[in-house]
């Protein structure tokens, strides 16, 4: 398999591009709009070919590239239930297994930072990897607070989804701003601050305690991506 990680440091987000190395048939997930071209110039040198573009969510703090890419590329434009999207080409569910030849994205769906989070799990050799979206940071999880945002169900899908993982799997976050990449699930399930909780009530409160700002670009970033980031 093919993996890249890229960071836009405008919005501390990452955007990952993943390939069957055979059929050099990619899939670019969390995609910046600002980064399209770094994007399509990768896609080139590396003779990839985009056949999907997806999110793990609908972001609050950047604009998506996806339309872009779709209408660059002619790929698909695939989005998980709930989908709220203008320009979706498929949805996916809980469960449903997203195949580019030998490489298998299953899609997890871990409501709790949005309703409309996902999580991407592959299952790659010795080595899964988890694509986290915001539900699960490194030593962090994705605020609560919007978006139909839900602290109750994100302890569940913290604990009961995520939590019954392998636990050397690799966890590859939506955004990180303390200079950190990569971690694992063993690690985040013991050194992560907000996953320190005996009880679901514990881990309501702490969220409840955050009293986070409103980021700065949610109201032009959610309008715009409710449209896949064409504007
Ligand atoms: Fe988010």
């Known amino acids: 398999m093919f993996f890249r990680q890229y960071f836009d440091t405008e919005s501390c ?32 040198e590396l003779s990839l070919n985009l056949k999907i573009v997806m999110d793990s969510h609908i972001h609050a703090d950047h604009i998506t590239a996806s339309g872009l ?32 030849d030998a490489l298998g994205i299953r899609a997890i769906h871990t409501p709790g930072h949005t309703d409309d989070s996902y999580c991407f799990f592959i299952d790659c050799e010795s080595r899964p ?11 962090g999880t994705g605020r609560t607070d919007f ?8 302890y569940h899908s913290l604990f009961e ?3 019954k993982l392998p636990e050397h799997t690799r966890i ?12 694992t699930l063993r690690e985040e399930f013991e050194w992560n601050p907000r996953l320190k909780v005996s009880t679901k009530e514990e881990y309501i409160e702490q969220m409840k305690k955050l009293n986070l700002p409103k980021p700065a670009r949610i109201d032009q970033a959610v309008p715009a991506n409710l449209k896949c980031g064409i504007e």
């Open 13 to 44: 987000a990452f955007s990952y591009l993943l390939a069957d190395k055979q059929s050099r048939k990619a899939v670019i997930v969390d995609s910046v709009k600002g980064q399209t071209e770094l994007y399509l110039n990768q896609l080139k």
């Open 69 to 100: 890419l779709k209408k660059e590329t002619g790929c698909r434009l695939l989005q998980g239930e709930p989908s709220y999207s203008e320009g979706v080409t498929d949805t996916f569910n809980d469960g449903d297994l997203i195949q580019l």
């Open 129 to 139: 990897i988890l694509l986290t979206g915001d539900t699960l940071l490194i030593r």
């Open 147 to 154: 978006q139909n945002g839900s602290a109750n169900e994100q």
């Open 161 to 163: 989804k995520l939590k």
């Open 172 to 183: 590859y976050p939506a955004h990180d701003y303390h200079g950190m990449t990569e971690s």
